[in-house]
C-alpha cells in the first residue's frame, strides 16, 4: 500500500515537473517554427512577385499622379493646413530645419485658374539638405510655384549652416 502511494506520488512529480514543462517548451519551439516559416514564405513570395509589383505600383502613381500633385480641402483652412503638412514632410526628408511656417488661410485668385494658397517659410539647413529640400519643392508632391528664394550664410549659425527664406504658393482645389 505505502509502495503503490510512493509510485504514484513518483509519477506525479515526473508528470508535474518533466513532462508538462517539456511539452510546454515543445509547443512553444513549434509556434516559433511554424511562425517564422510563415513569415519565411510571405518574404519569398514578395521577392517572386517584386517586379510585378513595382509595376503595379509606377501604374497606380501614374494614373493618381495629376490629382495627388494639387492641394485639396473642403475649406482653404484645411487645404492650407495639408499644404503645412507637405511642406514640413519635405523639410523633414531632407534633414532641414523650419524656424517659421506660415501658410495664409486667403485664397490668391488674381490671375490664375486655380486659387492659390501663399506660404512663407524660414528655415536653417547645411548645403545638401538646403538643395534636397528645394528639389522635393521643385518636383515633388504638391506643386509649388516658388515666387522668392533668400539663401544667406549666417557666420552666427555653428557648422557653416544656411539661411532659407521662401516665398511660395500652390495650386489648390477646394472640394
Known amino acids: 500500500m ?3 502511494g510512493v509510485a504514484v506520488s ?16 515543445w509547443t512553444q519551439r513549434e509556434g516559433l517554427i511554424a511562425a517564422s516559416a510563415e513569415r519565411l514564405g510571405r518574404l519569398r513570395s514578395l521577392i517572386d512577385r517584386e517586379n510585378q509589383l513595382r509595376t503595379s505600383i509606377r501604374a497606380r502613381e501614374a494614373d493618381d499622379a ?16 495639408a499644404l503645412q503638412t507637405a511642406i514640413q514632410a519635405h523639410a523633414q526628408r531632407s534633414r532641414v530645419t ?21 506660404a512663407s517659410l524660414s528655415a536653417i539647413g547645411d548645403i545638401h539638405g538646403v538643395s534636397e529640400f528645394l528639389s522635393l519643392l ?3 508632391t504638391p506643386v509649388v510655384e516658388i515666387r522668392e528664394m533668400t539663401v544667406v550664410s549666417n557666420s552666427s549659425l555653428r557648422d557653416g549652416l544656411l539661411q532659407l527664406s521662401l516665398t511660395m504658393r500652390a495650386p489648390s482645389v477646394i472640394e
Open 138 to 140: 521643385d518636383t515633388g
Open 66 to 81: 495629376g490629382a495627388r500633385r494639387l492641394i485639396a480641402g473642403r475649406t482653404p483652412a484645411l487645404a492650407g493646413a
Open 10 to 25: 513518483a509519477v506525479a512529480l515526473f508528470v508535474a515537473y518533466g513532462a508538462l514543462p517539456l511539452v510546454h517548451r
Open 2 to 4: 505505502v509502495l503503490a
Open 98 to 118: 523650419i524656424n517659421r511656417l506660415d501658410v495664409a488661410g486667403a485664397l490668391d485668385t488674381a490671375a490664375t485658374i486655380l486659387p492659390m494658397i501663399p
